[in-house]
Structure formats: C-alpha cells, structure tokens
C-alpha cells in the first residue's frame, strides 16, 4: 500500500488560505485567484488544490499516485502556464483558451494553473476572459499573482481571491527545524528569506 501524500505540507504559514482551499476543493467553482508576494506559497497551494480536485473519488493508491504526479506537475490533467520571457503572451493565452475548452486528458476534471499572471502581456487579458468566466465544468482555473494591477481587474473579478501574507519568519524557522535544520541555522535563514 502507498501512503498518500500530502503536497498541503508545502505550504507554510498560510493556513486560512489553506482551509478556504481545501474547503472549496468539494464544490469547486470554475476559477480562484490567489495573490501573494514571491514566496508565500501560491504555487504550492495551486499544486495541493488540484490533487484534491484531481482525486476526488480515487481508491488511497490512486490517489497517492495521482499526488505525486501533481506534486511533480507531471499529471495529464495538470496544465501549468508559466511565461516565456518577461510576460504571458498573446499566443499563450490562446493555447490556454484551446485547452481549457477541450475535455480533461484523464478523468473527469482538468485544472490549469496560470503562473505570474499580474505579468500578463498588454491587452491579453480578453483574450482569456470569456473562457474564464464560463469555462467547460470539466475546466478550474487556478491564477497565481504577486498582485492585482489594474488592467487585472476584470478578470479578479471573475474569480474566488484567496490572499496570500508573505511566510511569518516564526513559520520558517518552525519548518526548517522540523526537517531537522539545528535552531541556530533555521533562525538566520528564516531571517534571509
């Protein structure tokens, strides 16, 4: 038997956020948006969001299985769009448009995660918003951002926010000694990051 894994313990710090995710993973809507400064844990909480999304109604192998392939960003169902260059472009935003309304690679449910997108290309942001607005029920959009510029804020309004504070040092140095860093090291590194 495989033990599951639990990708939600890669995100530090942040347990509301946490909770409002794992609480929205049993009736999902079609998209959320979570803000943060670098670092806070968007990515991670994007990746634990879609396994819990992705394994709802998994045998505990699956599920264990279908993790860590979404803990790699390796699953079918698991479409993550990071930019090329300084921003998300034109042409990148239409292969989203594609896929999101195609059906899921495997099973019932895809999620696509859309990286650095307060760094969207000028006027790309329409290109996407019908699709993410009324996407496939088959389709969740997880959006990460640093923040939410203006030009961002039609499509913020089309989707759950779910905040994220920068990692409280207290939280770090909690971590780095539970994964067995002596006190001293976890400090100075907490104090650095």
């Known amino acids: 038997e495989t033990p599951d894994v639990d990708l939600w313990d890669e995100v530090i710090g942040q347990e509301v956020a946490v909770e409002r995710l ?9 998209a959320y948006l979570l803000v943060g400064p670098e670092g806070s844990g968007t990515r991670e909480a994007a990746r634990a969001f879609a396994a819990d999304l992705l394994s709802v109604g998994s045998d505990p192998v699956a599920s264990a299985l279908l993790r860590r392939q979404v803990g790699a960003e390796g699953h079918p169902s ?18 989203v448009v594609t896929r999101a309304n195609m059906a899921p690679p495997g099973g019932q449910l895809q999620v696509i995660v859309l990286v650095d997108f307060h760094l969207l290309a000028p006027n790309v942001a329409p290109i996407l918003l019908k699709t993410l607005e009324e996407p496939p029920e088959s389709t969740v959009f997880v959006v990460l951002a640093e923040e939410l510029p203006a030009d961002m804020s039609t499509i913020a309004s089309r989707c759950v926010q779910v905040p994220f504070d920068a990692v409280p040092e207290a939280a770090i140095v909690d971590r780095l000694t539970r994964d067995g860093i002596d006190g001293d090291t976890a400090r100075v590194a907490a104090a650095g990051a």
């Open 78 to 95: 698991l479409t993550v769009v990071e930019r090329v260059g300084a921003s998300i472009s034109a042409e990148q935003v239409r292969e």
């Open 22 to 30: 794992r609480s929205a993973a049993a009736q999902p809507v079609h």
